[in-house]
């Protein structure tokens, strides 16, 4: 069966997206009510069979000069079937997301997904900054304040 995608929040299978992103190396242990506010305040596409959920991307943007691309994954058993293009091309072609003055990721080890749509390497990397948390979604309680 082929596979379609959907910006239709409303079709989108929160427990399976949930289930999956707790187990990844960048969301682990991802609270699902954090799963859920970030997909309300992004553009988050869905890949489909038939009703089924198999696959999800999600873009935290301003729908007007920049975009991150995030979150992205395909089930197991329908991967290799170019799910994961499929989501990338109609991310890329979305009306919301024209003209824009830069789109970002961060991945681990599939560069080679990402390149064939023409993303490459931060030209200029240390004219970036970030603070990171690692470990946020895996603390239970916040640390004691120090005396
Ligand atoms: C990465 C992932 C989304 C690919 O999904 P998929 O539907 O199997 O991918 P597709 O069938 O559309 O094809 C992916 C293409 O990118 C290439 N590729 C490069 N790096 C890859 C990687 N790390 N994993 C999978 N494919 C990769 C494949 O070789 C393939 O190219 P080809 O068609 O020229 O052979 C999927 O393997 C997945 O969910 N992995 C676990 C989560 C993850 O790592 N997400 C990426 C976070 S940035």
């Given at each position: 069966?082929?596979?379609?995608?959907?910006?239709?929040?409303?079709?989108?299978?929160?427990?399976?997206?949930?289930?999956?992103?707790?187990?990844?190396?960048?969301?682990?242990?991802?609270?699902?009510?954090?799963?859920?506010?970030?997909?309300?305040?992004?553009?988050?596409?869905?890949?489909?069979?038939?009703?089924?959920?198999?696959?999800?991307?999600?873009?935290?943007?301003?729908?007007?000069?920049t975009?991150?691309?995030?979150?992205?994954?395909?089930?197991?058993?329908?991967?290799?079937?170019?799910?994961?293009?499929?989501?990338?091309?109609?991310?890329?072609?979305?009306?919301?997301?024209?003209?824009?003055?830069?789109?970002?990721?961060?991945?681990?080890?599939?560069?080679?997904?990402?390149?064939?749509?023409?993303?490459?390497?931060?030209?200029?990397?240390?004219?970036?900054?970030?603070?990171?948390?690692p470990?946020?979604?895996?603390?239970?309680?916040?640390?004691?304040?120090?005396?």
């Open positions: 069966m082929q596979y379609q995608i959907t910006t239709n929040q409303r079709r989108f299978d929160i427990a399976m997206i949930h289930d999956f992103l707790r187990s990844t190396y960048w969301a682990k242990g991802i609270p699902r009510s954090v799963v859920t506010r970030s997909i309300r305040n992004s553009l988050c596409f869905g890949a489909f069979q038939g009703s089924a959920q198999v696959g999800f991307a999600r873009v935290i943007t301003d729908r007007a000069t975009a991150y691309l995030a979150d992205v994954f395909v089930l197991p058993e329908h991967r290799g079937r170019g799910v994961a293009k499929l989501l990338v091309a109609k991310i890329l072609a979305h009306r919301e997301l024209q003209g824009l003055w830069r789109f970002i990721l961060a991945t681990e080890d599939a560069h080679g997904l990402y390149a064939q749509f023409g993303f490459k390497p931060l030209p200029q990397p240390d004219h970036f900054m970030t603070i990171a948390f470990n946020v979604y895996e603390k239970k309680s916040a640390p004691p304040l120090s005396r």
